[in-house]
T-cell receptor, first 114, second 111 residues
Framework: EAGVTQFPSHSVIEKGQTVTLRCDPI?????LYWYRRVMGKEIKFLLH????????ESGMPNNRFLAERTGGTYSTLKVQPAELEDSGVYFC????????????FGQGTRLTVV | DAKTTQPTSMDCAEGRAANLPCNHS???????VYWYRQIHSQGPQYIIH???NNETNEMASLIITEDRKSSTLILPHATLRDTAVYYC????????????FGTGTKLQVIP
């Protein structure tokens, strides 16, 4: 069974540019989560999808961040325009709805804004 | 969610048991103790969780004090691949994933 896959693994962009991160959850997992660790800080929750619907987006830092999950499969997280403080590692995780298990995490995308 | 306190770092000799403590004095009755780890350049990985009874699985054992204010994760025979940051989290059951991972304990397994 393939795990949670994130693309790209690394991204370096200039301040003001746009970046889109992608997450492919484990097949069949309705729940998809985004987290991030900005430099020197803790890993924090950003938002939660159930299928294509946003269940909880209370952790999204501001309106420069837009997450989508069209069709309830893969998800994208767009940062527009990127700022220096957005640098960090963005993690995606997924879990099924039909079993009481913990989420499975992807390897993360390291974003560097210069 | 209740906050947790963990030592910043620990060393453990390869083959010996690694005992990682966690304090969670403000844990509430419906909150579980979860342990994750993050090996360098990977995403967090679930290890084990418990409510009030001690738990054991193929990866580790979890000892929770009777008052539930602290717990210890035990890796019975640490290997070099167990070198990682270990996070203790207190939260509701598995369906609830809106958490902050804290600073964790950096475990260094030494040959």
């Amino acid at each position: 069974e393939a795990g949670v896959t994130q693309f790209p693994s690394h991204s370096v962009i200039e301040k003001g540019q746009t970046v889109t991160l992608r997450c492919d959850p484990i097949s069949g997992h309705d729940n998809l989560y985004w987290y991030r660790r900005v430099m020197g800080k803790e890993i924090k929750f950003l938002l939660h999808f159930v299928k294509e619907s946003k269940q909880d987006e209370s952790g999204m830092p501001n309106n420069r961040f837009l997450a989508e999950r069209t069709g309830g499969t893969y998800s994208t997280l767009k940062v527009q325009p990127a700022e220096l403080e957005d640098s960090g590692v963005y993690f995606c995780a997924s879990r099924p709805s039909d079993r009481e298990v913990e989420a499975f995490f992807g390897q993360g995308t390291r974003l560097t804004v210069v | 969610d209740a906050k947790t306190t963990q030592p910043t770092s620990m060393d453990c000799a390869e083959g010996r048991a690694a005992n990682l403590p966690c304090n969670h004095s403000t844990i509430s009755g419906n909150e579980y103790v979860y342990w994750y780890r993050q090996i360098h350049s990977q995403g967090p990985q679930y290890i084990i969780h418990g409510l009030k009874n001690n738990e054991t699985n193929e990866m580790a054992s979890l000892i929770i004090t009777e008052d539930r204010k602290s717990s210890t994760l035990i890796l019975p025979h640490a290997t070099l691949r167990d070198t990682a940051v270990y996070y203790c989290i207190v939260k509701r059951s598995g369906g609830y994933q809106k958490v902050t991972f804290g600073t964790g304990t950096k475990l260094q397994v030494i040959p």
